[in-house]
Every structure is written in C-alpha cells, then in structure tokens.
C-alpha cells in the first residue's frame, strides 16, 4: 500500500530542504491508522451501553429491572416523539439515543483514560489537542487572494443524522485557517437556529461542517423549518457564499424528515443516515419492529420492540439484570452493523429499488450542494485524486499531479451528481482503482463519474464542495487545506476563478 500523499515531487520555491521536510509531513499525516482503528469514526458508540445502564438504572441498585428499562423507553419515545405523530424514524430514535448517551456518558477517569475530545465523547464539540496541533502546524501560510473587505464566516456543525468525530476540528481548522492568513474571521455554533434572516446579515459564508440529515428542521415547528430553509437559501442567491465539507452531501435525502417537511413518496434513509452513538441501536430497532413497512415504529411497535429485547436480555429470568452483565447481554441484542457502505436504514430498500442514497427530500438543497450520498467506501480506503481541472487557481497547489487519500470516499446518487450542473475540480481515478475495490459499491454509477471537489454559481452567490475530510489525520495534509482555503475564498467573492459549467 502507498503512503505517500502525492505520486511525484512538487517544484516547490526554497529549495530541496523545504521540498524534503513536507514530503515528511504529507507522509506521516497520511499514513492510514492500523487494522481495526480506522480514523475518524462517529462519535462515542463504545460507550452506549454503560450510559444506558445508568440511564436505566433510576433507583441505583447496580441493577436494571424490567419496569425500569421499558419505562425508560417508554417515557423516551414521549419525549422524542415532537411533532406528536405517533411514531419514529430511526432518524428520531437514533437522535434521542444520542442524546440520553452524552447524559448518562460515564466520565474518564481522574489522571487518565480517554479525552473527551472529538467522537470520542457522546456529544463531539471539542477537538482533541493532538489533532489540533497538526492541523496548525499544516495550515496555509498566506491566504490565496487579498480579502475585498473584512470576511466574516459562520461554521454550522449541526447533524440530525451520523455525527462525525472530525466535526469540531474542521471547525477548528476554519476559525484558524481565517486567523493565521487574515482571510476571514470565524464563529463556531451547532445550533441550526442560528440560520435566521436577520442573524445571517453579518456573515459573508456559512461554512456547513459534515451536516446530516435535516439539519436544519425543527420537527416540532414547520413554520421555523421553512424560515431556516429560506434564509439559507436567500443567503447564497443574494450574493453570498456557502462552502461544504464532507457529510455536508449527505443531507436532506431518504424517506422523511420526521415532521419538519414533507417529503416524497418512496423509501429510505429518514433524512440522511440515522446516526450518533444511538444510529445503530435505532436503525437495528425499526428493522426489527417496522411490521407496517413504513419505516418508522409506532408507539405499539415500539413498545414490542422493547419488550422483546428485555426478554432477550434476562436469560435467566431473574427480573433484572446486575451492571456486569448488561453490557455484554445487550452487545448480543443486535447483530454486528454492516460496513458503512451504505449500509443505513433502508440503503438495502433503496438499492432494490434502484433508488440508491433514497429520494431528494430538498430538491433546491440537493441541486445547490450539488449531490447527495449514496454510498462510502470505508476509511482508510485509498484514493487516488484526480486534477480534473488543472489551470484553476483551487488546484494550484496540486501542480496537476494525482495524489493519494486514505479517507472515508463519498459516491452520490446518479440522479442528483452532474457535471452540467457544477464545475469539477478533482474526481477519483477510477480506472486506479482495483476490481475488488469497485465491487464494494452498492448502487454503482453506470458513468463511472465520481466527482470530489467542484464548484457552481447559485444565483448572486457562490458554493464550494468537498468530499474528503472525515478522518482526522487528513486535516494534516497541506496541500488539501490549501485547496479548502481557496474553495472558502472562491465562495467569498474574494478568488475570481472560471467556473462555468
């Protein structure tokens, strides 16, 4: 396997010395993780049992009895159920999940044990330090363009579906990124209110940080769905600029945003892919208990769902269940989740249907971002990157050369990924690839098109996209921060670059 970034030398100004030391970098920032510890992976699922059990446990015997834990879910399914439908997507469970986990998560322990930094915690806002430090010591020196006047850029990290580990240090990487080369100024929020109208006015970019799902519904309150939507898109078509990171395509499409909008016939992901350290309980919950095939769990169905697991759980019928043996017992409830590759609720109902990555769920969204997710190959999976537009100012830094990238791969659905609808910077080589690596994709693209990075002009304004960037290790390679800085500043207004069609 290769481990080198880039396939030949860079002529690059000052010298072999300077040439030698970043070859250095690029190699060890891109040096895959070993065998079983793939980089980047969603935050904190190894901690979903112990948080349940203490979620569970109300009397705090050291033990969970059987009123206790269908209570629970019961009283759970109540307070997730918003919108007061009656039943849930996997999208919804897998939320509430989320959220009774980083509740209950247990704390390190003093002097040591893991950082609650990234996904490595329930609920990932922070960057873990030695990240941060990698990523500071790659970042651009200068900024591509001199900025037309002071920029200001707002990092939405908000995720209603899988939440990705690497969240915090893109953001990290966007607030010091503008601050070393004096491209813009950022700020940082996961609250997708803050897309409002009047809130917008100050900013110059929205930088959408591996947003999934409907990231900006509020299933209780369609009238502030519609208001968000509207702003976002007013945004942009004013003049404005919006730039994407990965997971960013993998939003707004499926079966349902779960009550916020309507959404079209047909099956599939509620949303994006249901995920959070509660993704694969939820998903492995509707599977089991969706008797009416609507994708969803009523509260009957929920209820049985529940009831049967406890069943499975107290395998000696004692009515309950000591803390030493729930976690393993309720490893054993599920069976093992299927690789990522499109691997969510309801890919497989989707791929039969020749539906792959589901339906638009905001087909002005889909159109403006420019695709959505239909299936990953799993990190560390090596790319080799493709210039496909060599003379633009956002590839510079490439020299024309490919590249290699170990990192999670996006693929988009035919139907929503076209080159007569964005200006593509870079795609995967796909004729590099070898034939067991093709044959891991469901849903395969007959044109064998798979674009990485593109940009396209929606309305006034402007749009960036890429889709690397899940796996922490790769927010220490130069060359790509420096093409996500002249993505942002091409966003801005403030990098004039060719970009028609």
Not at 4 to 19: D, E, N, S
């Amino acid at each position: 396997m290769r481990t080198g970034l880039f396939r030949a030398p860079f002529a690059l100004a000052g010298g072999t010395a300077v040439l030698l030391t970043g070859a250095l970098v690029h190699l060890t920032a891109q040096a895959p993780p070993p065998a079983g510890q793939g980089g980047g992976r969603g935050g904190g699922r190894g901690g979903l049992a112990p948080a349940l059990f203490s979620a569970f446990d109300a009397n705090k015997d050291g033990a969970v009895s059987r009123d206790e834990f269908t209570g629970a879910f019961d009283k759970w399914f109540g307070d997730w159920d918003t919108a007061k439908t009656g039943s849930l997507s996997a999208a919804e469970i897998g939320d509430g999940l989320t959220r009774v986990t980083a509740a209950y998560a247990p704390a390190p322990p003093p002097g040591g044990g893991q950082d609650a930094c990234g996904g490595r915690s329930a609920n990932p806002h922070v960057a873990c330090q030695s990240d941060v430090d990698k990523m500071m010591a790659a970042l651009p020196d200068k900024a591509m363009a001199k900025p037309l006047k002071p920029r200001k850029v707002l990092v939405l990290g908000a995720a209603r579906g899988f939440v990705h580990s690497s969240i915090p240090l893109a953001a990290k990487t966007i607030e010091e990124m503008g601050k070393k080369t004096g491209a813009w100024t950022a700020t940082t929020t996961y609250d997708a209110a803050d897309i409002n109208s009047e809130n917008l006015k100050q900013y110059d970019l929205i930088f959408l940080d591996s947003t999934t799902g409907c990231f900006l519904d509020d299933p209780a309150d369609p009238a502030a769905t519609a208001a968000r939507r509207a702003a976002l898109l007013e945004f942009i078509r004013g003049g404005k600029g919006i730039a994407g990171i990965h997971a960013a395509t993998d939003s707004y499409h499926g079966a349902s945003c779960g009550g916020g909008a309507a959404a079209p016939a047909g099956r599939g992901r509620a949303g994006g892919r249901a995920g959070g350290p509660g993704g694969a309980l939820a998903t492995a919950m509707v599977a089991q208990g969706d008797k009416d095939g609507d994708e969803k769990l009523s509260r009957a169905e929920f209820t049985a769902v529940t009831a049967a697991w406890w069943d499975k759980l107290d395998i000696d019928k004692a009515g309950r269940i000591a803390q030493a043996d729930f976690a393993p017992r309720f490893a054993a409830l599920t069976p093992a989740p299927a690789p990522r590759g499109g691997g969510r609720a309801g890919a497989e109902a989707n791929a039969a249907q020749g539906k792959p990555g589901g339906d638009p769920l905001w087909p002005e969204f889909n159109t403006m971002i420019g695709g959505y997710f239909k299936f990953h190959w799993v990190d560390p999976q090596e790319i080799t990157v493709k210039i496909d537009d060599p003379k633009s100012p956002l590839t510079q830094m490439f020299h024309g050369q490919e590249w290699v990238i170990h990192d999670e791969t996006y693929t988009f659905n035919q139907d929503s990924f076209s080159r007569t609808n964005v200006h593509v910077l870079t795609s995967i080589d796909y004729d590099k690839m070898s034939d067991v690596d093709k044959a891991k994709e469901s849903g395969m693209r007959t044109d064998h098109d798979y674009a990485l990075s593109w940009i396209r002009r929606e309305g006034k304004g402007r749009l960036f996209y890429e889709a690397h960037g899940h796996a922490e290790r790769n927010y220490a390679i130069k060359p790509f921060l420096e093409h996500i800085l002249a993505g942002v500043q091409y966003a801005l207004g403030d990098l004039k670059v060719e970009d028609t069609k």
